[in-house]
C-alpha cells in the first residue's frame, strides 16, 4: 500500500497543476483589454491624477476589476455608459476594497461608496442617475479629500 500511495499523490498533485493551468487559460482568454488614459480629478486639497483603465462595453463593464489582487496608488478605473441612468454594481470576485464615485454627464461627483467589501454581492448604487463610475483602492477618496460636487476631468464629460 505504501508503493502506491506516492504516484497517487503525484498523480493527484499533477491533475491539480493541470487544472489550475487551464482555469488561467480560459481566464485569459476570456480578459478583456483596456485601454488607459489619465484622468485629472479636483478637490479642495488639490489635483490629483490617475492612470486609469476604461471600461467602455458591456464586456469590459462586466469584467472590471475582478480578479485582481492588486493595484497601483495612482491608479484607477472608469466604466462608462451610454446614457445617464442609477447604476448599481457589486464586488463579486473583486479582492480588492474600493471607493466608488459615481459621476454625472458633467464630470460632477454625484455620490460615494467608501471602502466597499471584497467578493460582496450587495448592490452598491449611484444617488440618482449618472453616466460613470471611478473606482479606486479603498481610502483614496478620503487621502484626496474628494466629495460629492468634486470635479472629474476627461473628455467622456462634457
Not at 134 to 146: K, Q
Request: glycine share 6%; aromatic share 8%.
Amino acid at each position: 500500500m505504501m508503493i502506491y500511495q506516492k504516484p497517487i499523490r503525484n498523480l493527484l498533485f499533477g491533475a491539480l497543476v493541470l487544472f489550475a493551468g487551464l482555469c488561467t487559460v480560459v481566464l485569459a482568454a476570456n480578459a478583456q483589454m483596456f485601454s488607459v488614459e489619465v484622468v485629472k480629478v479636483k478637490t479642495v486639497r488639490g489635483v490629483f491624477f490617475f492612470n486609469t483603465e476604461l471600461a467602455v462595453s458591456p464586456e469590459q463593464r462586466q469584467q472590471g476589476l475582478m480578479f485582481r489582487r492588486s493595484m497601483d496608488r495612482d491608479a484607477a478605473m472608469l466604466f462608462r455608459w451610454q446614457v445617464e441612468q442609477p447604476v448599481s454594481m457589486w464586488m463579486k470576485n473583486t479582492y480588492i476594497p474600493l471607493d466608488m464615485v459615481f459621476i454625472r454627464r458633467d464630470g460632477l461627483v454625484a455620490n460615494i461608496a467608501r471602502a466597499t467589501t471584497p467578493h460582496s454581492l450587495i448592490p452598491v448604487s449611484s444617488k440618482g442617475n449618472v453616466i460613470a463610475v471611478m473606482e479606486l483602492i479603498a481610502g483614496t477618496v478620503d487621502r484626496i479629500g474628494l466629495a460629492a460636487g468634486d470635479k472629474i476631468s476627461h473628455a467622456m464629460f462634457k
